[in-house]
């Protein structure tokens, strides 16, 4: 008598092929964040760089699930804090940014409509980029405001517009 149990070869291989998937959407979410790093434009008023990284990430859940963006979020981090070099400071100036990475792909998704879930999106990294960044610097919340998220704004405009077309042709 066989055990109900047992998994068939073609069950292992289905298994195996959807770990491999999954792992492959979490790595690809961690390289698009590396990535938009690098596309970084240093401002001479904060210490918060203009980045592609935001698009990243509230782009990838319309590809990727808002899981697995999540995660692949959560291995950017995870690397980051380990050594790799991917930030400037591990707990510098933008890591309130990198930990609302990992909440955004939720908020994106929380909506039936794509664009408010991305405007959601963009404003969960801002709002704790800039919760940290007034910790980090010791100031008010005010002044992290206004070098944290203000600046920003017109360049969220446009990666939110980028990342909702992008959405419009994932659907």
Do not use: C
Request: proline share 6%.
């Amino acid at each position: 008598m066989m055990n109900q149990h047992a998994l068939t070869t073609h069950e292992l291989r289905s298994d195996a092929a959807a770990l491999t998937q999954a792992l492959m959407a979490v790595v690809a979410v961690a390289g698009a964040l590396t990535v938009g790093a690098y596309a970084r434009i240093p401002l001479p008023f904060t210490p918060v760089p203009l980045t592609l990284q935001t698009f990243a990430i509230i782009a990838a859940p319309f590809f990727v699930g808002r899981s697995y963006a999540a995660m692949g979020a959560g291995l950017y981090l995870a690397l980051g804090l380990a050594g790799v070099p991917l930030f400037t400071m591990a707990l510098g100036p933008t890591f309130g940014y990198i930990i609302g990475f990992m909440a955004a792909p939720f908020a994106v998704m929380a909506f039936r409509r794509p664009l408010a879930g991305i405007i959601a999106g963009s404003a969960v990294i801002l709002a704790l980029g800039a919760g940290w960044l007034a910790f980090w610097t010791g100031g008010s919340l005010t002044a992290a405001l206004m070098i944290g998220v203000l600046p920003f704004l017109p360049g969220d405009i446009l990666k939110a517009a980028a990342a909702y077309a992008v959405a419009k042709r994932a659907a």
